[in-house]
């Protein structure tokens, strides 16, 4: 008996050794965007021999010859192929790779199975041609900017370094005189920080947006105001509140601000306008969804027919593989005896490469299957919001139901969700934003919940804010069971500050 489990556990730990492969393989496939995809395929193609890329709409040709290798006799003149110096063709057969006895799949005890067996979506997988976006590096665009600007090669190298410090919304945190230490370590360039900071006040932050280089909110809404032409009384006015007020403004003391500079209300009103018009993040509004000069592909793109959704899975992008019938050239020439000989080898070498290919092109077929019936049980789950675009139609919807009704882990579906995009009549949507927990239990959506909110506080009277009390008695009031410390939660998650700091005269 003890025999017996002896037995049984050590196949188990072979299944669980040769499966895992694949399973690595097919979770790192997963969370690539279209973009890195391709290059991987490309990449494992150039590494395996047994791989080809391929085009379903390029015509066959009708011979081969211009891809054989010629054979020359003593005399210079080509050899004439015979059968005899061909190899036995059951070795290149498909077929042979598949009934080896050490040929594994790796589906056992790794769900793989079961999802395949579970299928809840339509056979074909309906594709759609691809849409690619491409969005510049911002800091592309300043390096250009400084290009275009006279100043001399020590001051360009300044520049050049100050602008690979900046974060993704424009902002210059580090201190100067470490910034004067780097440049002496790193760059080799000698300087001290009246330097450093003319080149950052006098070039870095010239660049475009304005606002770029600032130190400081306060620095920030100085230089975008300073480039505003034609300045009005209202924007001399805001000039002051942002240089002497700072602190009463950002903590909206406007009777404090009015007793001071001796304005009217109107007069302030004018000057907040002016302010409210100015952004706290400029370069952050010049980078959308991806950063960096990323390709933005829609991994999926859903469409309304009258009423039926139709889900299509956006693959053109992605290289077709197939195993390469000309992976043979290197033995098909040799002699009947050389072969056999080196019959072995051949084998070895050939089948190696056959079935790491046949197992990454099973890898990027499941990956497929994968994504599609992940979207398309998401888009069953959320079919009212994917007809209307309201987020108020979100269904709560967490990962451990999607995983469960395709046969998949839920850290896979986390993957999905967190690295993918759907295409929609009204806009590309990251599946993550899909995904929501339910309030109080109750068949409603936090996203419902949060688009409520946003909506008072969009039509609230802004001299008279609404406060976090105030914002639940009004939700209970249309059957939104929500306690006081939610909405607050809600609304700090939504970025929305308190009632206070949303006063305006």
Request: aromatic letters at 8%.
């Amino acid at each position: 008996m003890s025999s017996q489990n002896k037995i049984t556990l050590e196949q188990k730990n072979v299944q669980r050794q040769v499966g895992l492969p694949l399973t690595l393989q097919l979770m790192h496939l997963v969370e690539l965007p279209y973009a890195s995809l391709e290059q991987e395929i490309r990449n494992t193609v150039d590494e395996n021999p047994a791989l080809e890329i391929y085009d379903d709409n390029a015509a066959e040709p009708e011979n081969h010859e211009e891809f054989a290798t010629e054979e020359y006799d003593a005399n210079g003149d080509p050899l004439e192929l015979t059968n005899d110096q061909l190899p036995d063709d059951e070795i290149f057969k498909e077929d042979y790779y598949r009934d080896s006895d050490d040929y594994d799949d790796g589906f056992s005890d790794l769900q793989l199975e079961n999802y395949i067996s579970k299928l809840n979506a339509p056979d074909e997988l309906p594709s759609n041609p691809k849409s690619d976006i491409y969005y510049e590096s911002l800091h592309e665009r300043w390096q250009m900017q400084l290009d275009e600007m006279d100043m001399i090669d020590r001051q360009a190298q300044i520049a050049t370094y100050l602008v690979g410090t900046l974060d993704d919304s424009g902002y210059l945190h580090a201190d100067l005189q470490a910034i004067v230490n780097e440049l002496l370590y790193t760059e080799n360039i000698q300087t001290n920080v009246n330097e450093v900071e003319y080149v950052l006040t006098h070039f870095v932050q010239e660049l475009d947006p304005p606002g770029t280089g600032a130190r400081n909110l306060q620095e920030c809404l100085l230089l975008q105001i300073d480039r505003i032409p034609d300045h009005t009384p209202a924007h001399q006015t805001a000039k002051v509140l942002i240089t002497d007020y700072f602190d009463l403004l950002t903590k909206r003391h406007y009777d404090k601000i009015l007793s001071a500079l001796e304005i009217t209300d109107q007069e302030l009103k004018a000057a907040l306008e002016v302010v409210q018009k100015l952004d706290p993040r400029p370069a952050a509004q010049e980078t959308p969804m991806q950063k960096n000069a990323d390709i933005i592909i829609p991994d999926f793109t859903i469409t309304n027919s009258d009423g039926r959704l139709i889900l299509t899975l956006n693959n053109q992008y992605v290289p077709k593989v197939r195993i390469n019938k000309e992976f043979s050239n290197e033995y098909r020439f040799l002699s009947k005896e050389e072969y056999d000989r080196r019959k072995a080898e051949a084998e070895r070498f050939m089948k190696k490469y056959v079935d790491e290919g046949m197992q990454f092109i099973k890898t990027l077929t499941l990956r497929e299957m994968l994504l599609y019936n992940t979207m398309y049980a998401i888009m069953q789950h959320q079919r009212d919001y994917f007809l209307s675009g309201d987020d108020k139609n979100l269904k709560p919807m967490i990962l451990k139901t999607i995983a469960q009704e395709v046969g998949a882990d839920i850290s896979t579906i986390s993957r999905v969700s967190n690295s993918k995009y759907v295409q929609t009549d009204f806009g590309i949507i990251p599946l993550k934003h899909l995904f929501s927990e339910a309030v109080n239990d109750d068949d409603v959506s936090s996203k419902e919940i949060k688009k409520m909110l946003g909506d008072l506080i969009d039509a609230e009277d802004k001299k008279k804010p609404l406060s976090d009390d105030k914002i639940c008695v009004m939700l209970q009031g249309k059957g939104y069971n929500i306690a006081r410390r939610t909405v607050a939660k809600y609304r700090e998650q939504m970025g929305i500050p308190v009632a206070r700091l949303r006063k305006e005269l």
